[in-house]
């Protein structure tokens, strides 16, 4: 069974630049995750996604971030314009359900904000 | 609001020896707790999923229990060796609300383990 898959790997952009990120999870799995890990910290949950609808978005930065799951399988999540401070690692999630299932993680696109 | 807490946040140990990872939360109204390592620049690999009903659950040589009710996991490595050394992070998962189903995570443990 493939893992979670994510694009690019990294990306270096100037401040007030936009950003895009995507990820595919693990086929079946309804559920998915985009998470943000700053250096040194645990990774904090952005927005989760129900199929193809938004059940949490309560941290999510929506001045600037916005994220979709068209047909409730890839998802895109972009950043506009992007600020220093979120120059992190963003993980991509997903797990069967919403509840006993095991989440599993992407290897993450580490972005870098000059 | 959930807090998660791991105790030690570094260990340094030779190899051979048997470690205990501490882990509490302050919300015991969990679907499960997941055990994670973190090697440097990669992502997250699950290691063990505890559901709130269990108190216990092995895989090889790592073993973690669950106490719900007093917020607390402990993940013990037996004869650890050089190639556990990574951070190793626990997340309880939310139930109920409108969240339910998130996972909040501790800043981790940073274990190394030197030959």
Redesign the interface.
Known sequence: EAG?AQSPRYKIIEKRQSVAFWCNPISGHA?L?WYQQIL??????LI?FQNNGV??D?QLPKDRFSAERLKGVDSTLKIQPAKLEDSAVY?C?S?R????N???????T?LTVL | KQE?TQIPAALSVPEGENLVLNCSFTDSAI??L?W?RQDP??????LL?I?SSQREQTSGRLNASLDKSSGRSTLYIAASQPGDSATY?C?P?R?GG???????????TILTVHP
């Open positions: 979670v559920t995750y040194g910290q645990g990774p904090k949950l989760q059940v949490d309560s993980l999630a797990s359900t919403r509840s006993y095991e989440q599993f993680f992407g290897p993450g580490r | 998660v679907y499960n997941q994670f620049g990669k992502g997250l690999t699950s999923l559901q992070l997340a998962r139930a409108t969240s339910y189903g998130k996972l909040t995570f501790g800043q981790g």
